[in-house]
């Protein structure tokens, strides 16, 4: 009569038959089922509470007669399950508590049974238990130093189990006894018994294992490399063949062979996977050759091989999507069409490579996106920044650890069509070092004449990119190498206008950051000055990236305010002017006005310069004093500034007597200073600045605080055109200039600005240096020249 019977549960739970497995509670385990009735059974417990009765079953087949399972077992928790490609379960089960099977119920796929959990005994009229559970514990300790499987989490459990019951079920449910007596302890009810003769058997294994460990080692002294490779690959060929793993490897190698055959491919792929289909057959499933075989049949059935059919773009279409996405961008706008309309009459021409060239934040990137939705194709953008290593182009041979193809071909997957649009994001920004230069790769790639057969190193087959529309970005091309450049068709994205800012804010920054944050529901508006004081004082770029940030941080603070004010979200009205901007981002962080500037001594000047993230406005400082001569440049200048900097000084001492000048080199030394030191500045365009500056010094005349000017200088007083016009007039804007001298051969680049882009400023352009005379030092000019100009506007 037992003692202390068990809880009859109330509920039937199904049976799950193990061969060969006893479970205990506490114990976590993964399982594979490959049984048809084993898997019905899981599912319908995890349609149910994903409990089930984990018993030991004899015998083989597929059935689950009662009479063939073990009269205990455990009611497990289905933890995890996975769905294998073979069509097998593989399950974690966790032991909860251990049960009789009292009835059973056998449908036509389930065997369910209604548990009762069996009792207890905890009685000790010796007090054996706490020496027999010390006992238990070292020996455990002892089999998992001589084991070299137990992990350490599971002995901290052991060394910590606050009952017999529960050590016995962690030690048995960890070492591999015979199944008749994991079931004998399974099912014994008094906790003396079952510590008693667990304590038997992990001494029996302990001994076990200390002697397969002599045996071991006098084997190991004995057998050669060759003999002892030849007897693990048995050995590990037997136990596949046990577990049954031999037929799910046939089934992977068929699936792949099906793969192929549905799969569009070239001739040449094909060969290629059969080829490796068939190494991969003759390999054993565990050998790490066949991992890496595997990994490159499904890069190549995963690609997109075969060409893409035509698409027909309308016309109209395209241009609404890109005006609805980007302000402006006539240029790019007009270019993109272009090429959609010859693609749309001659599918088969090859595309060009543009690259979109422009400040931070002018909208490069997402403008490929536009392009990618007015085509109808999927995008997939690859950033360079910072790419030193060739392979992240052309791939890493197979030979490798860990090789995976090149960052092209994986965008090609990634898109999934042979026709995608891919950007290439910062290009000038590619290094070079010892693993090679990956802008040379990209010759390949963005050559049209030559991407038709693009060699991926990881791949080894050519691949045809002759259908991707390459897409390009960059802040500056003086660092993509001219071979490169070449293959570029270049289309510049200039800075904005304050008008123009203040429309793309309008139009869609706000918009969207409302959308974002939550209030597009409520009444929210910003007046023009609102916008202008953003722009103006707290942002100081070419684009509009800046000036989202701020919006966003508005549009932040005002739901603070609407949550904390406990205002329903469409009642919320606000509109927001310059003096809430000021309230809410504080005091301003940029000043564009004469302050700045009110002191103007001799010897500055004010240069305009361009610079990657816009135009600048730089000020050229000069002093003269006793010395031997030596002309001093500071303020980091690169080599060109440098050159432009000699150049301006012998000019000026050539001129010396036309400009009143008593200046002796050899006892006076001359120091040319750009401020803002840690910033490398180089360039031809600031010699008219250094000229302007050093008169100023000699003379002791002021240049006028309000006069920018930029301009090439040579050393027989010409005045060369330079680049960046637009950013160098949006900085003088910005700074609050009033006059600006350009080289009179970027009159052309003025003329094709909008009005917006000249807005306050006068232009003066001028051929030679005697030409700036009249316009930085009237007063000296006059006497030593007739020449005058008047603005352009």
Known sequence: MKLFPGKLHQSEIPVLPLREMVFFPGVVLPVVINRSRAKAAVLRAMEA??????????????????????????????????????GSLRIMLEGQERVHLRSTRNTDDVLFATPQTIGADRSDPEGELPKLARIVQDTFKEYALLAGVVTTDTQRKVAGADSADRLVDLVAGHVPLDQENRIALLREERSVLRLRA????????????????????????????????????????????????????????????????????????????????ERLRKLPPVSPESGIIRTYLDWLLDLPWMKAPPRTVDLTSAATILDEDHYDMRKPKDRLLEYIAVHTLNPEMKSPILCFVGPPGTGKTSLGRSVARALGREFTRLS????????EIRGHRRTY?????GRIIQAMKRAGTHDPVILLDEIDKIGADFRGDPSSALLEVLDPEQNGTFSDHYIELNFDLSQVTFLTTANSLHTVPAALRDRLEIIEIPGYTEPEKRRIARDFLIPEQLRENGLERSRITFRRDALSRLISDYTAESGVRSLKREIASVVRKLAREMLESGTNREAYVRQIGS????????????????????????????????????????TVEAAAFSGSGDLILTGSLGEVMKESARTALSLVLSEQDELGLEFVRSERSIHIH???????????????TVYAALVSILTGCATPPDLGMTGELTLTGRVLPVGGVKEKLLAAQRQGLRRVILPAGNRMDVDVLPREGKRGLDLYFVDTIREVLPLTFPDLALRNTDQTQEAYS
């Open 49 to 86: 509470d994903r409990r089930v009765i984990a018993v030991t079953r004899s015998g083989d087949g597929d059935s689950s007669d009662p009479t063939d399972l073990a009269e205990a077992g455990t009611i497990s928790h289905v933890v995890q399950l996975m769905k294998m490609p073979d």
């Open 384 to 391: 360079l920044g910072g790419l030193r290593d060739e392979a």
């Open 401 to 405: 650890v860990g090789a995976l193809p």
């Open 674 to 688: 750009v401020p803002q030191g840690a910033i490398p500045k180089d360039g031809p365009s600031a010699g008219i």
């Open 579 to 618: 003096g809430t901007v000021r309230k809410l981002l504080g005091p301003p962080r940029f000043r564009y006005d004469q302050d700045l500037f009110r002191d103007s001594p001799p010897g500055l000047s004010r240069g305009l310069a361009w610079t990657e993230n816009g135009g600048v406005v730089l």
């Open 198 to 277: 667990l304590a038997e058997l992990l001494s029996g294994e302990v001994e076990l294992l200390k002697l397969k460990r002599n045996v071991k080692d006098r084997v190991r002294k004995r057998l050669e490399k060759n003999q002892r490779d030849f007897f693990l690959q048995e050995q590990i060929r037997e136990l596949n063949r046990e577990l049954g793993q031999e037929s799910g490897e046939e089934d992977a190698l068929e699936e792949i062979r099906q793969r192929m055959e549905e799969t569009p491919l070239p001739d040449p792929v094909k060969q290629r996977i059969s080829k490796e289909l």
